[in-house]
């Protein structure tokens, strides 16, 4: 039950949203490297902040509400991300300007008519320039190989000679939905740090029995840090394939299955003693969330020659 719980958590907790997240800026169209770092700044401050606020709610609120609360907050955070996405690519500004460089001609770059599918290739660039917010001139043309920086040829190859109000965008197309984006990034947070993010730890202390709890724990943290790297590892690459408001659709999906898996599997165990909780787990598989007959059983103990005896209802007639 508790390797389950936490695989549960893992598409959630794991998401590339965290570890990616100036990239995630960059790819929602800020263009400026140091305001990007600067916002991913904003949401680390966000993470800590908001971890504060699930260690004050933990005891007042009970794991199973905090959780419950967290993953469906995760859910709809990821959806508001890709729907910024959908809406950039949406409105993806097209391609004005054919280069007549025979080399360019002859490339895929060039077959392209608007910036969502030429940013999607690896191998190609977007190059436009820009008056005040319109967008003219602009061009889609293969990346050189060397440096993603700069255009292979052309009038964005040199950094350092690209005429005034000329961008080379590699890995995002300008959009003014960029606020959006930001906006579920720091929503996503929010709503991670006070459950997901402390909440399997918590609950995967409590829920085992002393005999297992240390090889539970243990299993718990190597499934959960496994699946941290396999998304680490292909974050970039689904985005690749799957478009960048795909895969975020694809995590928020996840994250809903998540919900109604820990709304039907996953008990509270705020207030009750470790020999309850235990308890709680020798029922069927997801029939042991909290229930009206849970929340009013109580559990009684005596001691008897220096161990615990547990009374059943029976038992407890016979008791003084």
């Known amino acids: 039950m508790s390797n389950q719980d936490k695989q549960l958590f893992v598409p959630t907790q794991t998401s590339g949203t965290m570890y990616y997240s100036a990239t995630i800026l960059q790819m929602s169209g800020v263009r400026d490297d140091r305001l990007a770092i600067w916002l991913a700044g904003l949401t680390a401050l966000t993470n800590f902040l908001f971890t504060l606020l699930g260690v004050w709610l933990v005891e007042r609120v009970g794991r199973r509400r905090l959780t419950l609360g967290s993953v469906m907050g995760t859910c709809l955070s990821l959806a508001l991300l890709a729907i910024g996405f959908l809406l950039s690519a949406q409105h993806s500004p097209p391609v004005t300007f054919h280069p007549r460089d025979p080399s360019m001609v002859n490339s895929t770059c060039s077959t392209y008519q608007m910036c969502e599918p030429c940013m999607l290739d690896p191998g190609c660039g977007f190059c436009y320039r820009e008056n005040n917010s319109a967008l003219f001139t602009s061009s889609c043309v293969p990346v050189n190989r060397a ?31 960029s606020w959006l984006v930001l906006l579920g990034l720091v929503l996503y947070l929010a709503a991670f740090a006070p459950g997901m993010g402390p909440m399997p730890w918590t609950i995967n202390s409590e829920i085992y029995p002393l005999w297992a709890r240390s090889t539970g724990n243990a299993c718990s943290a190597g499934v959960n840090w496994t699946f941290n790297v396999l998304v680490s590892l292909t974050f970039l690459h689904m985005a690749q394939y799957l478009t ?77």
């Open 244 to 320: 960048y408001y795909g895969v975020f659709f694809l995590y928020s999906s996840l994250a809903l299955l998540g919900f109604f898996f820990t709304y039907g599997c996953l008990p509270e165990t705020k207030g009750r003693r470790l020999e309850e909780i235990e308890a709680l787990f020798e029922n069927q598989l997801c029939s042991c969330g909290a229930t009206d007959s849970d929340e009013g059983r109580q559990v009684e103990y005596i001691r008897v020659k220096g161990s615990n005896y547990h009374l059943s209802d029976n038992d407890a007639s016979d008791v003084d």
């Open 147 to 177: 440096s993603t920086e700069q255009a292979a040829r052309g009038r964005c190859s040199n950094s350092s000679q690209v005429r005034e109000q000329t961008y080379w965008a590699y890995n995002y197309c300008p959009t003014s939905y």
